[in-house]
């Protein structure tokens, strides 16, 4: 069984910064894509950036320059640092992650979602 968890999500106000955590535990053998997504309400979910495997980075266009997604393979767990938040980056935050089990099974998971919050 896999788990993620997620966390760092909070309220803020404008210009200021988060990072959210994305910790994944269980019977994993590698990790490959993971990418971050938001919902804000009455929205669909949007991808907010992705990293491979190889360490390649994708981002929408409404967060480059100011969002940054790292992984750190050795605790199997993703980092996305947001910087000069806006309000309209408030939303809830998923992790979704691309990965082989210790049974080489491919299987994507989600993360609960962390809540992310941008007001004055």
């Known amino acids: 069984q896999v788990q993620l968890v997620e966390s760092g999500g909070g309220l803020v106000q404008p210009g200021e910064s988060l990072r959210l955590s994305c910790a994944a535990s269980?019977?994993?053998?590698?990790?490959?894509?993971v990418g971050w997504y938001r919902q804000a309400p009455g929205k669909q979910r949007e991808l907010v950036a992705n990293i491979t495997s190889g360490g390649t980075t994708n981002y929408a266009d409404s967060v480059k320059g100011r969002f940054t997604i790292s992984r750190d393979n050795a605790k199997n767990t993703v980092y996305l640092q947001m910087n000069s938040l806006k309000p309209e980056d408030t939303a809830v935050y998923y992790c979704?992650?691309?990965?082989?089990?210790?049974?080489?099974?491919?299987?994507?998971?989600w993360g609960q979602g962390t809540l992310v919050t941008v007001s004055s």
């Open positions: 269980g019977y994993i053998f590698s990790i490959n894509a």
């Open positions: 979704n992650v691309e990965l082989l089990t210790v049974t080489m099974v491919s299987v994507k998971v």
